[in-house]
């Protein structure tokens, strides 16, 4: 069976609902799903894992420094290659409209681009990936089933 790796940060637990609501939506399409916090959470073990999602909110327009800490860290696997043609994807949580939700998912996917992995984007909601504006709500956790939905039919392609 296809494994996931959902990790997040989350001060408030707006972006730890949304893992929740991802693990749910990436386990009801047959992936299993290990969700960890960030802080609980070791750069070096991606390699072990079919696909990764990373959460994180929006702090001064971009990811929290623990995010960016852990994306620093998986360095070590960089050398490897061994994310390379592995999918990723991301979701943030944001204060208010304009407050800098897509920037903050944007430099979250440029680490996992830079080790080579598939990002899963989306044509509809979110296109960098979903995004709550406060707590996440009722469109917030709609936008999460489908990604979720998405993104495991796209680790079940690549991880066959």
Not at 82 to 93: D, I, M, Y
Not at 114 to 133: D, E, T, Y
Not at 149 to 158: E, M
């Amino acid at each position: 069976m296809a494994k996931v790796l959902v990790v997040y940060f989350s001060h408030g637990g707006n972006t730890r609902k949304m893992a929740e609501g991802l693990k749910k939506a990436v386990e009801a399409q047959g992936v299993e799903v290990e969700i960890k916090k960030v802080a609980e959470a070791d750069p070096g073990s991606l390699a072990a894992y079919d696909g990764l999602l990373l959460g994180s909110p929006c702090y001064f327009g971009v990811m929290a420094a623990d995010m960016k800490r852990f994306i620093d860290e998986s360095i070590k696997l960089f050398g490897k290659g061994e994310l390379v043609g592995k999918p990723a994807g991301v979701f943030a949580s944001t204060g208010g409209i304009g407050g800098g939700g897509e920037l903050t998912m944007i430099s979250m996917l440029a680490g996992l681009m830079i080790h080579g992995m598939v990002v899963q984007g989306s044509r509809k909601g979110g296109h960098f990936g979903p995004l709550a504006i406060g707590e996440p709500d009722e469109r917030v956790f709609a936008e999460l089933e489908n990604y979720g939905a998405q993104f495991a039919g796209l680790v079940k392609k690549l991880a066959s």
